[in-house]
C-alpha cells in the first residue's frame, strides 16, 4: 500500500484518474483502502427536481445511486436507501444554503454541496464539497486559463456534543491551471494537496458556524500553500535550472 | 471473497508497468521502479516491460551519463543512436553502450568513419557545438549539450542542404528536498543551400516536480521558429547561438511572468483570497436567522450594502 501511495505521490496529477485505476487493478485486494485513501476529481449530476447541479462522492453514495443534497433523492432511485434524520436535514439543508453563499463569495460561481450524517459515536459527520471550472469557457471571470480547475473536500467529524465540542477536519484541494498563448507557450500546474485540522470549540457557538470557521480557515491556508510554497518551489526550481537572465548576462563575455 | 474473475493477463500487467514507468517525472523513474515492483509482485513481467520502457523515457527525457574514462557526460538521444544501446556522443567522436534500465554507461569505444559526419559537415558542426557549449556553460550550470547531424551527415561540399540538430539538457533531482526537475531544449536548423538560408525550429519543455506532503507538478512548453543566412561555419555557428539564446532567455522571462501572474490575477480564477468585500465570511450571523432559503438573499444584501458603504 506504501508503495502504492507512493506512486500516486509521482505520477502527474492530471493522470491521477488513471493511476487509480491501474492500481486498482494491480491490488484488487487493497480496492477500499485505496478509494478512501485516494481523492479523484468530484464528479457532479443534475438533480431530477431543480436541475441543480450536484457533486458525488463516497458520503452521498449507496450502491450505485447518489443522493442530492437539493431534493434529497436518491439519483438513480433506489429502495431502502439510508437518509439523515429530520433533524439531521434540516441541518443540512441549512448548511448548502450558506454554503452556497460562501462559495459564490470566494469563488465567484462554482458547483458546492453538503452531506451530513449520524456516526456510531452519537456525534455526526459532514462533507463539504466545493468545485470550481475555472476556465475561460466556464465560470473564469477575466479569461485567463485554458483550463483550469478547483476540487475541494472538506470532511469534518464532530465529537458528542458537549459544552466544548470536538472537530476533526481532513481536507483536500486537488488543483489544475493552464494558461495558453502564442508567445510563451503551454504553462500548465497541477496537484493536490490534504492536511488535518483538530479544535475544540464552543457548541453554543452553533456547529454551522464553527464548520464554517474551520473550513474557511482551512481553505486560506491551503491556497496560500499551494500558491507560495508548492509552486513557488517549482518556480525556484524553474530558476535553478536556468539562473534567470540578468545572472547570465553578466557572466557572458561580450559577444 | 471469491477468487477475482477479472485477473489480468501479464500482457495487461506488462502494460500498466509501461505506464507508470514511461510517466514518471524527470529524475524519478528510479523510485517509480521500486514502488512499481512492490505493487506488481511480479519480476518477469515487471522485466518485460522495464526492457522496453526505460529506453522510452530515457530518450525522451534526453538524460545524460558519465562516459567512462572521465571524457565527460553522453547524451541519450534518439538523434544520436546508432543502435538499441549505442549512442554518438559526437563531441569525443565515441559511441557509449549504455545499459537502459541501470541509467549506465557500460563501454566506450571510439567511433567509426561511417558513424561521422564529412569533414565539411563536422566543420559547421564543430564550430556550433563550441560556441554551444560556451552558451550552455553559463546558461545551464548543470546541465548538457550536443549537436547531432541529422541528415547529409555525407555531404561533401556546398551544394546540398543538410540538417542539425542541437540538443540541450538540464536536470536537477533533489530528492532529499522533494523537489526534481528538468529543461529540455531541441532545435532542429536546416541548412537550405538553395536560398542560403538556416531555418530554426525551437522546443523548450520545463518540468518540476514537488512533492513533500503533497503532489505538485509544472509542466510547461513552448515552439518558436526563426532564421538566419547561410555563412562560413564560425559566423553560422555564432549566429545560431545567438539567436537561440534570445529565445531562450524570452522563454525564462516569460515563464517568470507566468508565475508572477499566478499570484496576482490567474489564481482568482480559480478561487479568491478574500471575498470582495475583503472580510471573513460572516458565518455567525446566520445563526440569527431561521432556516429559509432568504438566509442566502439576506446575506447577499447585506454585503452589497458594505460595498456600497466601503
Same mark, same amino acid.
Given at each position: ?34 478509494? &478512501? ?33 437539493? &431534493? ?18 434540516? *441541518? ?78 481532513? &481536507?483536500?484541494? *486537488? ?21 488535518? *485540522? ?26 496560500? &500553500? ?23 548576462? *553578466? ?5 | 471473497?471469491? !477468487? ?76 544520436? !543512436? ?10 569525443? %567522436? ?19 568513419? /561511417? ?92 518540468? %518540476?516536480?514537488?512533492? !513533500? ?9 513552448? /515552439?518558436?521558429?526563426?532564421? #538566419? ?6 559566423? #553560422?555557428? #555564432? ?16 515563464? /517568470? ?54
Amino acid at each position: 500500500m506504501e508503495a502504492a501511495m507512493g506512486l500516486m505521490r509521482r505520477m502527474p496529477p492530471r493522470h491521477s484518474e488513471t493511476t487509480l485505476s491501474a492500481l486498482l487493478s494491480l491490488l484488487p485486494g487493497h480496492a477500499s483502502d485505496l478509494l &478512501s485513501q485516494v481523492d479523484l476529481p468530484l464528479q457532479v449530476l443534475s438533480d431530477v427536481d431543480s436541475g441543480k447541479k450536484f457533486i458525488l462522492c463516497e458520503y452521498n453514495r449507496d450502491a450505485d445511486s447518489y443522493r442530492s443534497p437539493w &431534493s434529497n433523492k436518491y439519483h438513480p432511485p433506489l429502495d431502502d436507501a439510508p437518509y439523515p434524520s429530520s433533524k439531521l436535514r434540516q *441541518m443540512e439543508i441549512e448548511a448548502n444554503d450558506i454554503f452556497t453563499v460562501y462559495c459564490e463569495q470566494y469563488y465567484e460561481g462554482g458547483i458546492s454541496s453538503v452531506y451530513m450524517w449520524e456516526d456510531d459515536n452519537e456525534g455526526l459527520v459532514a462533507c463539504f464539497l466545493v468545485k470550481k471550472d475555472g476556465s475561460k469557457t466556464g465560470q473564469g471571470r477575466r479569461g485567463y486559463l485554458e483550463e483550469g480547475t478547483w476540487d475541494a473536500i472538506h470532511v469534518i467529524e464532530v465529537g458528542p456534543e458537549e459544552e466544548i465540542t470536538r472537530y476533526c477536519l481532513t &481536507s483536500t484541494v *486537488m488543483l489544475s491551471l493552464t494558461t495558453d498563448d502564442v508567445s510563451s507557450g503551454t504553462f500548465s500546474l497541477s496537484g493536490s494537496i490534504r492536511r488535518q *485540522m483538530n479544535m475544540n470549540l464552543p457548541v453554543a457557538d452553533g456547529h454551522l458556524s464553527n464548520m464554517g470557521k474551520m473550513i474557511e480557515e482551512m481553505e486560506a491556508k491551503l491556497r496560500n &500553500s499551494l500558491d507560495q510554497v508548492y509552486f513557488g518551489k517549482t518556480r525556484e526550481m524553474v530558476c535553478n535550472l536556468r539562473p534567470p537572465n540578468e545572472v547570465v548576462q *553578466m557572466r557572458l563575455p561580450t559577444s | 471473497m471469491a !477468487e477475482d474473475e477479472t485477473e489480468l493477463s501479464d500482457q495487461q500487467k506488462k502494460g500498466i508497468a509501461k505506464w507508470f514507468l514511461i510517466n514518471a517525472p524527470a529524475g524519478e523513474i528510479q523510485y517509480v521502479a521500486k514502488d512499481l515492483k512492490s505493487v506488481l509482485k511480479d519480476d518477469d513481467v515487471y522485466n518485460e516491460a522495464a526492457a522496453v520502457a526505460f529506453p522510452i523515457y530515457n530518450k525522451s527525457h534526453l538524460i545524460y551519463l558519465k562516459m567512462p574514462g572521465g571524457y565527460g557526460d553522453v547524451l541519450v538521444t534518439s538523434y544520436g !543512436e546508432l543502435q538499441d544501446n549505442e549512442y554518438l556522443d559526437p563531441k569525443t %567522436a565515441q559511441v557509449v553502450i549504455v545499459d537502459h534500465v541501470k541509467q549506465v554507461c557500460k563501454r566506450v569505444r571510439p567511433a567509426t568513419d /561511417e558513424e561521422l559526419p564529412s569533414p565539411y559537415i563536422e566543420e559547421y558542426r564543430y564550430a556550433l557545438e563550441a560556441e554551444l557549449l560556451k552558451y550552455a556553460a553559463e546558461a545551464y550550470p548543470k546541465g548538457s549539450c550536443a549537436v547531432y547531424c541529422t541528415n547529409g551527415k555525407d555531404v561533401e561540399g556546398p551544394g546540398s542542404d543538410f540538417e542539425f540538430v542541437v540538443v540541450i539538457s538540464a536536470a536537477r533531482n533533489s530528492p532529499h528536498n522533494f523537489c526534481n526537475g528538468s529543461w529540455r531544449a531541441i532545435w532542429n536548423i536546416e541548412f537550405r543551400d538553395d536560398i542560403q538560408v538556416l531555418e530554426l525550429k525551437g522546443k523548450c519543455q520545463v518540468g %518540476a516536480h514537488y512533492f !513533500e506532503e503533497g503532489n505538485v507538478q509544472l509542466d510547461a512548453k513552448r /515552439e518558436c521558429r526563426d532564421s #538566419t543566412m547561410f555563412q562560413g561555419p564560425d559566423d #553560422t555557428a #555564432t549566429a545560431v547561438v545567438h539567436l537561440i539564446r534570445r529565445h531562450e532567455n524570452e522563454y525564462m522571462a516569460s515563464l /517568470e511572468g507566468s508565475y508572477f501572474d499566478l499570484s496576482d490575477n490567474t489564481f482568482k480564477e480559480l478561487r479568491r483570497k478574500l471575498p470582495v468585500t475583503r472580510t471573513l465570511f460572516p458565518w455567525h450571523n446566520t445563526l440569527q436567522f431561521n432556516l429559509k432559503r432568504e438566509i442566502a438573499e439576506e446575506l447577499r444584501i447585506g454585503e452589497l450594502h458594505d460595498i456600497r458603504r466601503a
